[in-house]
């Protein structure tokens, strides 16, 4: 099969033609002058289809009339993705805006309904007859160039280069990189102004204002999270009532990547909407604004997803499982109030793993609330307009050179990352617990990030005023969250408050009188030693009511270490006999009020 009228279709071909092979099933010296074949040329704009039939009459072979297949369309390669799933790359030119368009159409589509509304809704005007279709996916599948590409299917680190969202890639790839989502993406991560007119603006500006300048290191941390193999992503939430800074800081970190105003997402959406935007923003950052208007009863599992950077399991139709989808990425989060109150608002129990994945950031603890200095703004107000101003003027040079800077200096990512955990984490004391450390090391993450800005002269920052910067917000977090652990307190909150809720209802006072107790769900029994009331709480009670929630060991361990829970001596279990002809129970006594920090130093 011939391509006739060759140069119309491959003028397009922007894949290094000298690679590109056209294939026909007979070589050129095959076909003799005058011999009869079918062939494909351009015509009008129109990718043409000319056929063969044999004339009942003669005997001879002879052309059918021309078929119109669709718009003028090049085959310029083929493509595989990450999942092992094969695909053809086309390259045509758009009649209404006179651009140019890559696609990888999936080799599964070709031929099926889903790939001609596909090429349809590109404005490839595909022909509606059966004839014409089965000739085109013909042509879509045998003809044109055999040219090899990478399709990817989210930005990030690739084959030794880094492909931003605009389609971009960063370095000199180990094979071609083909990012068909390009287009969707290109006017949020768009570049607007240079990195120094971005130092001497948004970077001037946020100098000294330790709330801005951590949020500029989330927004950089996401291309070191594999870089370091790191397990998750890290979020941070800044929350405070309105018209405090807290979107300008967003805004300003939004910078770093592209426009502050496209890049900008709400939390309202579905699960699978703020899934794929977080897949979609992998090795880099994504920025939802104000927590409040997603949906409070979803959203625990949702961030846990996100931040996890790994898809839900899904079966295939064809059977077993479809392959699991992963990233890593920063997110910036906005809100009035912090993440875990809106969780509990929505009747979760909020987990420890929530708040350290999206840490819940105070955005209203600097001299002007969100902010420091103020750099001879009237008010923090007007600071903010300017701030918000200037990042919204100049954008996404920062991350562009910073992942150049990174490609250079690969070696020492690890190092520089380790450095800022173990400064860190000098700083905790012993009694610190596990989550604070873990947290403690996402905070050094940051650090690091905006450690090596500086060392590449990328912010107008030193590399200790950017160390200090994050250091401080972390200092603000902990006296917010505290040295213990969030998951110990609010069991031992939850034990205590039902105990002090149902003291007089539903325990019975021992020893009981000859009258017959009239209580009605019973929890157990209660007596008077040592000038305390001890209760004792029958096993359905405390499993379903007082550690409700919480793994059995785990709990016991936690409110025996707060002074809530005895443990009888001389056996492994934790219940005690309550009395002749009672069963067992739990010996347990209300916490102390001079016993708020019982776990910390434990």
């Not at 600097?366 to 200037?390: E, V």
């Not at 009331?533 to 270490?561: R, S, T």
Request: charged share 20%; glycine share 10%.
């Amino acid at each position: 099969m011939m391509l006739n009228n060759l140069n119309a279709i491959s003028q397009f071909n922007t894949a290094n033609p000298d690679n590109t092979t056209y294939l026909a099933p007979k070589a050129d010296s095959e076909i003799s002058a005058n011999s009869v074949t079918e062939y494909y040329f351009v015509q009008n704009s129109d990718l043409i289809y000319v056929g063969t039939k044999i004339d009942h009459t003669t005997g001879e072979r002879q052309n059918l009339a021309p078929l119109r297949l669709c718009k003028t369309l090049a085959v310029i390669g083929q493509g595989i993705d990450d999942y092992g799933d094969h695909s053809r790359v086309l390259q045509w030119s758009d009649s209404l805006t006179k651009q140019e368009h890559t696609l990888a159409l999936a080799a599964a589509d070709i031929g099926e309904r889903d790939g001609w509304k596909l090429l349809n809704s590109k404005g490839l005007a595909v022909a509606s007859g059966r004839a014409a279709r089965e000739k085109l996916a013909d042509y879509l599948q045998s003809q044109g160039g055999q040219t090899r590409y990478l399709i990817a299917n989210q930005s990030g680190w690739k084959c030794g280069a880094f492909v931003l969202p605009t389609g971009e890639v960063i370095g000199t790839p180990e094979s071609r990189i083909l990012y068909p989502a390009s287009a969707t993406y290109l006017p949020a991560f768009a570049q607007r102004g240079t990195s120094a007119e971005w130092r001497n603006t948004v970077g001037a500006l946020a100098k000294d204002n330790p709330l801005a300048m951590t949020a500029v290191a989330c927004s950089l941390a996401g291309a070191l999270l594999e870089l370091i193999e790191a397990r998750d992503g890290i979020g941070l939430h800044l929350h405070t009532e309105t018209s405090s800074g807290k979107s300008t800081c967003a805004d300003v970190a939004a910078s770093i990547w592209g426009s502050p105003v496209k890049l900008m997402q709400s939390w309202d959406g579905t699960g699978v909407g703020l899934t794929n935007s977080a897949e979609f923003s992998n090795s880099m950052m994504l920025y939802l604004d104000e927590i409040g208007a997603g949906d409070s009863k979803k959203m625990g599992s949702i961030i846990y997803t996100m931040l996890n950077g790994v898809s839900r399991t899904q079966g295939h139709k064809d059977g077993g499982n479809r392959a699991k989808r992963s990233w890593l990425m920063s997110l910036i989060s906005t809100g009035e109030i912090p993440m875990s109150q809106f969780l509990n608002e929505g009747g979760h129990t909020v987990r420890g793993g929530q708040e350290i994945r999206m840490l819940d950031i105070p955005a209203d603890v600097g001299r002007y609330r969100a902010f420091d200095s103020i750099h001879g703004c009237k008010n923090g107000g007007d600071f903010a307009i300017k701030l918000t101003a200037a990042a919204r003027s100049h954008y996404g040079s920062i991350g562009r050179e910073f992942v150049e800077w990174l490609m250079a200096n690969k070696d020492s990512v690890k190092d520089q990352v380790s450095a800022a955990e173990n400064r860190m984490l000098l700083e905790l004391p012993a009694y610190a617990a596990p989550t604070v450390q873990r947290a403690t090391r996402k905070f050094a993450i940051l650090a690091a990030a905006l450690e090596m800005a500086a060392k590449a002269q990328l912010t107008g920052w030193t590399v200790e005023e950017s160390y200090q910067a994050v250091a401080t917000t972390w200092q603000r977090w902990l006296s917010v969250f505290g040295m213990s652990s969030r998951d110990d307190e609010r069991l031992i909150e939850q034990a205590n408050g039902i105990l002090a809720s149902h003291q007089f209802s539903r325990f019975v006072v021992l020893p009981m009188t000859d009258k017959e107790p009239v209580t009605q769900n019973l929890m157990g029994y209660k007596r008077i030693q040592d000038g305390r009331d001890v209760f004792l709480v029958q096993p359905h009670a405390f499993k379903n009511e007082i550690i409700k929630g919480y793994e059995m060991k785990k709990a016991c361990d936690v409110l025996h270490k707060a002074g809530m829970l005895e443990k009888p001596q001389g056996r492994d279990g934790w219940s005690t006999a309550i009395g002749s002809r009672l069963g067992q129970g739990y010996k347990m006594r209300l916490r102390l009020c001079d016993e708020p920090e019982a776990t910390n130093h434990t």
